[in-house]
């Protein structure tokens, strides 16, 4: 019977800023900057109950990783109709993210890597209603999200593992 332990420690923190200007009455933009730092640090042991320690021979490792990074969001929208009964608009936007890589909670103490964080570039445009005095509201949109770093789950020496994935769409 093998014990592990894992320590890991996440440090996540950021800075945001956002704007709407509306330079004509049916024109509104959208722009949202942040800025975004991650930090961990990872340490894994393993150890048989009862068995002394050898120098050189014993399962586990750490790892650390800090990414700053900036993302955002910029969008646009656009009245295309105005009455008192009903409006239209059109509207696109554009919004690239990120996350810190989910934690590996297995029972192997050799999986200490810490992966690359999740990336995502979105983008999405539409159209929405309302009408009868705003008693009816309706959307319609497209869109398409683009992946990068996606954690997936894989198999290493017969084991289950999480890994990078590459890119998704």
Not at 1 to 11: A, G
Not at 124 to 143: I, N
Request: glycine share 10%; aromatic share 8%; no cysteine.
């Amino acid at each position: 019977l093998e014990e592990t332990e894992l320590e890991d420690e996440r440090n996540f923190s950021g800075l945001y800023a956002q704007a709407e200007w509306n330079p004509v009455p049916r024109l509104r933009i959208e722009l949202g900057a942040r800025l975004n730092r991650t930090a961990e640090k990872r340490e894994a042991e393993a150890e048989e109950p009862g068995e002394i320690p050898v120098p050189g021979e014993e399962e586990g490792g750490s790892d650390s990783r800090t990414v700053t990074r900036g993302s955002g969001i910029l969008g646009i929208s656009y009245q295309a109709l105005a009455s008192d009964d009903h409006s239209l608009w059109l509207f696109a936007d554009v919004r690239n993210s990120f996350k810190p890589a989910a934690i590996d909670f297995g029972p192997e103490a050799e999986a200490v890597e810490i992966l690359k964080p999740e990336t995502a570039t979105s983008y999405e445009a539409g159209v929405k209603g309302r009408h009868l005095g705003d008693r009816v509201e309706w959307q319609l949109s497209a869109f398409q999200m683009d992946f990068e770093n996606l954690v997936m789950g894989a198999v290493s020496n017969g084991l289950p593992i999480l890994i990078n994935g590459g890119k998704e769409r």
